[in-house]
């Protein structure tokens, strides 16, 4: 993987506007993941034990609010490993990720280009056309930020859409996807009425347990 990532940007207000409802231990053990995560550049292991020890996490107290915290700003991806991403994180490190190869290549030419003068003469006269790109598939950033404020849950549900996709080369059916964010609408709209009629049906059962009791007391 080569150099670990040993920065990262951290916006105070967002973080706590984020974070205000959390305790002081809460908060404390948020950043201690984050921080992980971005120095290893991997999500967090599903191995609660291994987990707890590389984080120093030992007391009930600590572990009752590490729980807490994976189960509010994480997302379970069960797989072999089974791992918890995180949104941002996630997307922070790809970003990062194609800089440095960027950046690497970058270095990697114009150590090329000194070694050879006169190529580089030669490609400082060619006129080189714009290219214009393509749009291609969307960001787990753009996700993120299309569910956002939309549906419960907004960055578990935004992963499992990007997760979906990208595993299938963005294509609906066999054809490549025309639109992400109209997918992402559709998405969106089958899980408000799946979770619409999944209250309707913990309504329904609890109103035929009140009805049973009402008759049995009439009786």
């Not at 916006?11 to 120095?39: C, G, P, S």
């Not at 807490?68 to 996630?90: A, D, K, W």
Request: aromatic residues 10%; positive net charge; proline residues 3%.
């Amino acid at each position: 993987m080569g150099e670990s990532m040993h920065y990262y940007k951290h916006n105070i207000k967002d973080f706590n506007a984020h974070t205000a409802h959390l305790t002081r231990l809460e908060r404390d053990i948020y950043r201690q993941m984050i921080e992980r995560y971005y120095l290893t550049e991997e999500p967090l292991t599903g191995d609660l034990d291994a987990l707890y020890r590389k984080l120093s996490i030992r007391t009930d107290e600590e572990e009752e609010a590490a729980a807490q915290i994976l189960s509010e700003f994480f997302v379970m991806v069960i797989g072999n490993p089974t791992v918890y991403q995180h949104c941002r994180c996630h997307e922070e490190i790809q970003v990062y990720r194609t800089r440095s190869d960027k950046a690497k290549d970058a270095a990697a030419k114009r150590w090329e280009s000194k070694g050879n003068a006169k190529a580089l003469l030669t490609t400082n006269n060619i006129t080189t056309k714009k290219v214009t790109k393509k749009k291609g598939p969307p960001t787990l950033k753009e996700v993120c930020n299309e569910f956002d404020g939309r549906i419960q849950q907004p960055d578990e549900e935004a992963l499992s859409f990007f997760n979906f996709y990208e595993s299938n080369g963005w294509k609906v059916g066999k054809n490549p996807m025309k639109s992400w964010k109209a997918a992402a609408t559709n998405w969106i709209n089958r899980q408000k009425k799946w979770e619409k009629e999944r209250g309707s049906n913990k309504q329904t059962k609890q109103q035929r347990r009140d009805n049973a009791l009402v008759q049995l007391h009439s009786e």
